[in-house]
């Protein structure tokens, strides 16, 4: 089965593709044929086009010696992109679990604002509000004991860390995505 590719000869854009079973003793055209319309070559192919595997909905499958899938996008426009997508992925970090005591606490809206208020109570007063169970529900479903104040603190402190260290992590991303020359190197930035 011979693939064949319809590529814009100006751009390098595949526009089509398609295979037919080769007759006994067929070596297939030269790499490169005219097509019937202006501005149209095909290029064989042995693997298979995969048309309907576009990456994003701005990705154009172009002929560079292969089929391979480029974002048409401008640098600038990936990086901005890829930005939003760095500040995607800290929100829900934030928003996921921080390690205390062994266990993880869920750090979602309504856990973090349980949190925030117990922290504000204890700020205005300088003690747990009264009926506090003395410990924190984790995200196993198992509790981690806050005897005092200070161990709550602690809780909170180990919170504060770890949306520390998601900011950092976010900010290194960053460095590496201003530091990138093309689409790849963007590609490439990971969470």
């Known amino acids: 089965m011979t693939q064949y590719a319809v590529v814009e000869a100006a751009t390098g854009r595949i526009v089509s593709g398609w295979g037919r079973p080769d ?9 490169w044929q005219p097509f019937p319309h202006d501005g149209l070559i095909y290029r064989t192919w042995q693997g298979r086009l995969l048309l309907g595997d576009q990456p994003s909905p701005t990705a154009e499958l172009l002929w560079l010696d292969q089929p391979v899938w480029v974002d048409a996008l401008s640098l600038a426009a990936l990086k901005s992109r890829k930005n939003a ?3 995607q992925w800290r ?6 679990t921080f390690p205390f005591a062994g266990k993880l606490i869920d750090c979602d809206a309504l856990s973090r604002s349980d949190i925030d208020a117990v922290a504000n109570h204890i ?3 300088g ?4 009926g506090f169970p003395m410990a924190w529900k984790t995200a196993d479903n198992d ?5 005092d104040v200070d ?3 602690a809780m909170y402190r180990a919170m504060t860390a770890q949306g520390t260290a998601n900011f950092d992590r976010s900010e290194g991303l960053k460095v590496a995505l201003g530091n990138a020359t093309d689409a790849a190197e963007v590609a490439a930035i990971a969470w």
């Open 123 to 125: 700020g205005l007063f």
């Open 151 to 153: 161990a709550f603190k």
């Open 85 to 87: 997508q760095i500040n």
């Open 91 to 96: 929100a829900a970090a934030n928003q996921s």
């Open 143 to 147: 509790y981690v004991l806050l005897p």
């Open 23 to 31: 007759p006994e003793g067929y070596d297939g055209p030269p790499d």
């Open 127 to 130: 003690a747990f509000p009264d």
